[in-house]
């Protein structure tokens, strides 16, 4: 293995690494984002939001 | 009102979780288009800069070895920071900041470990040595895995924070040992040369492309925690609602049943 392999051996690593973890924290966000839309749309709305527009909490 | 009153007024108003996230959404696009802006310029320099006369071209490694392995520590220093937050202040951001954390902590050890292996191949002969720098990252590495384990492990956040918090506060004792392993015991690993009291022993050749590739991949650790916290509070948020949900769905059947 020459020394221009060893190089290109640890940038498609950390690459790799990066890239797999910036893809599973947009897919985490895009899930959970999704769920909290959801159920908003349903009209389940947090405590807090629902003092907030004054009404009784559910 | 006395402007410290005014400063811990401005902190407490960034601890609500609503205005964090507001704040997140403004400033991620301008933090993650810095980051890759940097990252990019970096490399153009790391890769234009003269290899180094014992290392030749695997020296380019180093670019992304070390501020890896920076960051590997920068982000146990900061879950320590806010577990100090989870249990002196009980900041409602400090418990989500810390599990948001730790995975990207561990990938980042994860790199820098492998970066560091690959390097360790063709300049010391071997992938591996158990010398006190690469142990104590290693140990570091399973810490993370460790504090992933945790806060995952139960259902509800606010019980499994404290223990978490505790955790990651012992583990600290580990970061003096990285930084110090070189100087506290003969390793392999070679000692410090950026941050040392006599000043960097690198050429400012190799340094800079150095220097803005940490500062890009800080900025990129920074802006990956915050898209992760992001996700977090969501993940919170949807928890609440479902079970304010089902207590809602109980409580009907039972009025009905009532009347």
Redesign the interface.
Known sequence: ?T??A??I???L??AL??A???A???L??RT??R??EE??A?G????SESRRAGESP? | MTEIAKLTERLTALANPTRFLALAGSMLPWLTGAAVLLLAAGLILAFAAPEDYQQGITVRIMYIHVPLAWLSMFCYTMMAASALGTLVWRHPLADVSLKAAAPIGAVFTALALATGSIWGKPMWGTWWVWDARLTSVFVLFLMYLGIIALTRALDDPGRSARSAAILTLVGFVNIPIIKFSVDWWNTLHQPASVFRLDGPTIHPSLLWPLLVCALGFTLLFLSLHIMAMRAEIWRRRVAAMRRMSARVAEVRPAKGHVS
């Open positions: 293995m020394h221009t060893y190089v051996a640890a940038y690593v950390a690494g990066i797999g973890l910036a599973w924290i947009l985490d966000q959970q984002k769920a909290l159920l908003e349903r389940i709305r947090r405590r559910r």
